[in-house]
């Protein structure tokens, strides 16, 4: 499952990130291969393991 996010902004040590019902995911800037800028798109694709990946997105601290 490929999933789209928009960067829309940036906290402290995180990336805020937003899908298109414009639900806000905070994502660590350490777990990304560059820093991005805002209003640009990500890309994030989901395999078999997303429950691994779900349960780090539910375990991040949420400002």
Not at 35 to 60: C, V, W
Request: proline fraction near 5%.
């Amino acid at each position: 499952m490929d999933y789209e996010l928009l960067v829309a902004g940036f906290s402290d040590d995180q990336v805020i990130l937003k899908d298109h019902e414009n639900n806000i995911i905070y994502w660590p800037k350490e777990k990304l291969p560059q820093i991005p800028e805002i209003g640009q798109k990500l890309h994030f694709s989901i395999g078999t393991d997303k429950a691994s990946l779900l349960n780090e997105l539910l375990q991040t601290d949420n400002h």
